[in-house]
């Protein structure tokens, strides 16, 4: 797509922040995939707002390294995408950059943070993007969206040149159209070769958390019977985390807006730095936090962590599984439920692998199912995208 006819696209679906318009230059396996980059993540010549009026004059001076791996391999960065301002948020509903839309119906949301990644990619404006993730910010668009996002652990994809919320949970990952374009991006940025069976691999899900939404249970179940018929094993669980996803999701949020308000110091410092007010008053409020409910935080999750891991080594498990989330996309003047991040979140908590991959609509909206998988093991996360054929994106119209 030249960058004039995705201009034109992009005036209502405002997935894109600021198109690049320099040349590809690489050449390797990802040769001509247009690939669009989130908005914290630097793209040399570009301003790094991460979604913010307070950095759109912050150029970057060169690629993050996660761009400049995909430049060499040959893909076309084709710019910036739209995000909820910060990461901190799952609307894109984005005050400086416009709102985002989601392509499968008029002022429905693309999820967030990365909404724009996922926006660009089922509107067809690229085939892949890169996001950042970090209670689901990569995996709720993908479900949204109808796309496929993977979210890696551990230190795997640096996250150097990319500004953070929270260094304790983020994490750098690709969304793409279909899992032979999310492998390919994958394998630059540094995964292994997704694992090619699941035979004899045993998923769990987890009984002592919210059981799938009524409306979403007919297509996880059929999702689940598709592990079985490429030779899975599928039980039920208890996670045993001494937690509620309540506790875990303030936790997390706690500890979001304490390390986000660290990286816009200067910005909090100034009353005129553009940061919008609902962006300041959050970072504000983890900035101001006693520190014994701080620590508590980080202890909540530290434990959480440490029951997680131990539930899918005692278990022998490959991965425990559920929906993305426990509805469709919804309606930016709505807003999102409040469960929203309820099964991604564990993913980071965990420091575990994790992917989004299409199940299928519901009344004319995608819906994802979601998988964590053992520590360490990307294969099987990017395995478990091949199990789930591509959704037909819709055709993007203004």
């Not at 909820?84 to 984005?94: F, I, S, Y």
């Not at 993977?150 to 994490?171: A, E, F, N, R």
């Not at 390919?184 to 540094?190: D, E």
Request: hydrophobic share 45%; charged share 15%.
């Amino acid at each position: 797509m030249d960058r004039s006819t995705l201009l034109a696209a992009n005036q209502a679906l405002k997935a894109f922040i600021d198109v690049d318009h320099t040349p590809a230059t690489g050449d390797g396996p990802l040769t001509g995939l247009p690939l669009g980059v989130k908005g914290n993540i630097a793209v040399r010549g570009l301003a790094n707002t991460a979604g913010s009026e307070a950095r759109r004059q912050a150029i970057a001076a060169t690629d993050a390294p996660v761009v400049a791996l995909l430049r060499q391999a040959g893909a076309e960065i084709v710019g910036t995408l739209n995000m909820h301002e910060g990461a901190l948020g799952a609307t894109t509903d984005n005050k400086a950059y416009g709102r985002c839309i989601n392509p499968w119906r008029p002022n429905f949301s693309p999820g967030g943070s990365s909404g724009g990644s996922g926006a660009a990619i089922a509107a067809g404006l690229v085939d892949a993007a890169l996001g950042t993730d970090t209670m689901g910010s990569i995996r709720l668009p993908a479900s949204y969206c109808g796309v496929y996002g993977w979210k890696p652990s551990g230190l795997l994809v640096s996250q150097i040149g990319v500004v953070p919320l929270s260094t304790s949970l983020d994490q750098v990952g690709p969304l793409a159209k279909d899992p032979e374009t999310l492998w390919a991006v994958a394998k630059v940025l540094g995964a292994p070769t997704p694992l090619a069976s699941m035979q004899g691999l045993r998923f769990a899900v987890a009984r002592d958390r919210v059981a799938a939404a009524p409306l979403v249970q007919p297509m996880f179940s059929a999702a689940c019977q598709r592990l079985r018929n490429v030779g899975a094993e599928v039980v039920e669980v208890d996670l045993a985390l001494g937690f509620s996803d309540i506790d875990i999701v303030l936790a997390c949020l706690l500890i979001c807006e304490v390390e986000g308000a660290r990286e816009w110091d200067s910005e909090l410092a100034n009353e005129n730095s553009g940061l919008t007010p609902e962006f300041r008053a959050m970072l504000l409020y983890g900035k101001n936090s006693p520190q014994a409910r701080i620590d508590q935080s980080y202890e909540t999750i530290a434990l959480a962590k440490e029951r997680l891991r131990a539930c899918l080594g005692r278990e022998g498990l490959a991965g425990i599984i559920s929906p993305t989330v426990s509805h469709v996309a919804f309606d930016q003047d709505v807003g999102p439920p409040v469960d929203q991040a309820y099964a991604t979140m564990y993913a980071n908590v965990g420091d575990l692998p994790a992917i989004s991959a299409p199940m299928g609509l519901i009344d004319g909206l995608p819906i994802g199912f979601h998988a964590m998988t053992a520590p360490g093991r990307e294969d099987i996360a990017l395995g478990l995208a091949g199990v789930f054929p591509p959704l037909a994106l819709p055709v993007w119209r203004d």
